[in-house]
């Protein structure tokens, strides 16, 4: 890979990923940022949704919670609470999840703005989780 930026995708537990790559996809707050070698440094807020980076094998795709990015010329490290590749969601259990959440959305029976703000953010992830074992499905 000629030019590369490193990404590290974190939680409190352990780094989930950590690889050069030669593009990074992300799900911002004000929609989805494309960032690649020599990228503007910035920080900035992450919604709950799908990263996809390419690497030198291939494109990698994972489902993340909020959180927030560190973007440089050369690294973009990744802050979340949760992170799962394709290869950790069970999709039989993710369905049955996305149905719950949509279910409750649907209700719509919360007792502050701050639980559907949680709530939304549920959604979302549960959203991209069918979608990255979706989007690797297509590809093979």
Do not use: Q, W, Y
């Not at 992300?26 to 690497?55: F, K, Y």
């Not at 590749?85 to 502050?112: C, N």
Request: proline fraction near 4%; include cysteine; aromatic fraction near 2%.
């Amino acid at each position: 890979m000629a030019e590369a930026i490193r990404l590290e995708i974190v939680t409190p537990v352990a780094a989930a990923f950590s690889d050069d790559v030669s593009e990074v996809v992300l799900p911002g707050v004000l929609g989805e940022m494309d960032v690649m070698p020599g990228h503007v440094p910035l920080m900035t807020l992450l919604n709950a949704g799908s990263v996809r980076c390419v690497t030198a094998a291939g494109d990698r795709l994972f489902a993340i919670s909020g959180g927030f990015a560190e973007i440089g010329p050369d690294r973009v490290t990744v802050m979340v609470e949760h992170c799962e590749g394709t290869d950790d969601v069970d999709m039989e259990h993710a369905r049955i999840e996305l149905s719950e959440l949509e279910k409750r959305m649907d209700v719509g029976d919360f007792a502050s703005m701050e639980e559907l703000h949680e709530e939304n953010e549920k959604l979302r992830r549960a959203r991209a989780r069918i979608e990255i074992v979706e989007k690797a499905t297509a590809r093979r």
